[in-house]
């Protein structure tokens, strides 16, 4: 596993296939390791050369517990495009990861070919501002909900109805949440990115061509707010994926993956 010093933080990355670049961008609390079961072998199959990173707040990059700003973010992926001499490349992020793609977007064109934006928003509604706010409430209470108890808020929170009454899927995603339920203070960090102010007015001025995907029960970032973000991003490409919640991209990979692949491959007029 490779590490690249950039900004002054370590940064821990993959770097898979060969062909043009595609960097992609988890969200919060995320680590690189989940776009390998999906993403990776389906992009490199597709003739790609996929770079994977875990984002500062998650080990073993740095974990950077004094906080950090989604603007910091940016800075750490255009350094990597820049120290890997990628650029322009193509960007994938999906959540906190794709407004770092849109924000990356309009700050340094020149690194980007095309971003998709999954499980995106341009704005934070009451709801979503409630929810931020009550999950880092929780954190910072010293509060640990039970890992069944969490692992079951999650699997509500982030899937479709059509996976939640699949007995046979809910019980392996049950068991993945469990493993992966505590949060460290990098990942108290990245919530606060997700206080996102409106810059839906400041997207009107991204050149990058642009595809954003929502995921049609998606809580979290419901796909009217990223259908806000593809109507303010001139140009953009929308696609609403059906039966998936946030986890779109894990609850059906194969729709997905060919929806990201044609958009990277697809002729621009």
Request: charge should be negative; include cysteine; glycine fraction near 10%.
């Amino acid at each position: 596993m490779p590490v690249i010093t950039v900004n002054g933080i370590r940064l821990s990355y993959d770097d898979t296939g060969t062909g043009r670049p595609v960097v992609m961008i988890q969200g919060t609390g995320g680590t690189r390791t989940v776009w390998q079961l999906h993403q990776v072998p389906a992009l490199t199959s597709a003739g790609f050369r996929v770079i994977t990173f875990d984002n500062r707040g998650i080990p073993p990059s740095s974990e950077c517990p004094e906080g950090f700003t989604l603007q910091d973010m940016v800075g750490d992926v255009a350094g990597l495009i820049e120290r890997l001499g990628l650029g322009p490349c193509h960007v994938v992020g999906t959540s906190m990861g794709a407004f770092v793609a849109q924000e990356l977007a309009l700050a340094r064109p020149e690194l980007v070919s095309r971003a998709v934006l999954m499980a995106t928003r341009g704005r934070t509604d009451v709801l979503r501002a409630a929810l931020t706010r009550a999950e880092i409430d929780l954190y910072d209470s010293g509060i640990r909900l039970p890992v069944r108890y969490a692992a079951v808020l999650r699997a509500l929170k982030s899937l479709s109805p059509r996976t939640l009454d699949d007995d046979v899927a809910m019980a392996d995603w049950l068991d993945l949440f469990e493993l992966t339920a505590e949060a460290g203070p990098g990942q108290r960090a990245q919530m606060e990115i997700s206080r996102l102010d409106d810059r839906l007015a400041a997207y009107r001025h991204i050149r990058v061509p642009c595809q954003v995907i929502g995921f049609a029960d998606d809580l979290v970032t419901p796909p009217r707010l990223g259908r806000e973000v593809a109507d303010a991003i001139p140009g953009a490409r929308y696609d609403l994926i059906e039966g998936c919640g946030h986890y779109g991209y894990l609850e059906n990979p194969a729709t997905v993956n060919k929806t990201i692949v044609e958009f990277l491959t697809a002729e621009l007029s």
